[in-house]
């Protein structure tokens, strides 16, 4: 609940930016006369330019926002760190396939993030950790 708390209000602190910059925008260049946009997208030069640079900043804002989210802890949010390269290129087969690791330093989990993808896209697999130094602290026998 925290995780999506967070993305939201990173989502709003954009679209406020970008509201405030919009704003900002049209005071320095004035709407044009006409409403809409001549086909020949040569009318009014100043607003299409603009507009164009408006959406390239928003898409963006809103890549690095889930760019960034996806590499945060789902508990604590902190950025995940010490990627680890996990499994082989050459011995997929034996030894698993290759992917990222990244941990939670407090140890609240782990993001694997595969390199190879067979089917498309493939999810990040987050893997919890119930108690990683509880674990850790339990005598070996
Ligand atoms: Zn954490």
Redesign the pocket.
């Given at each position: 609940m925290k995780y999506w708390a967070y993305f939201a209000g990173k989502l709003t602190a954009i679209g406020l930016l970008l509201a405030a910059l919009w704003f900002g925008a049209r005071l320095v260049v004035p709407r044009a006369e006409h409403a809409f946009v001549d086909e020949r997208l040569n009318y009014d030069m100043k607003n299409v330019t603009l507009a164009y640079g408006f959406c390239l900043l928003a898409a963006g804002l809103l890549y690095t926002a889930v760019w960034d989210q996806r590499y945060r802890?789902r508990?604590?949010l902190?950025r995940l760190r010490m990627p680890v390269e996990r499994g082989d290129w050459g011995r997929t087969l034996l030894v698993g396939r290759p992917h990222m690791e990244y941990i939670?330093t407090?140890g609240?989990?782990t993001l694997k993030v595969p390199e190879l993808q067979f089917a498309g896209k493939e999810p990040n697999d987050w893997d919890q950790h119930q108690d990683m130094w509880k674990e850790l602290e339990t005598p070996r026998r």
């Open positions: 802890c508990t604590c902190r939670c407090y609240h989990g």
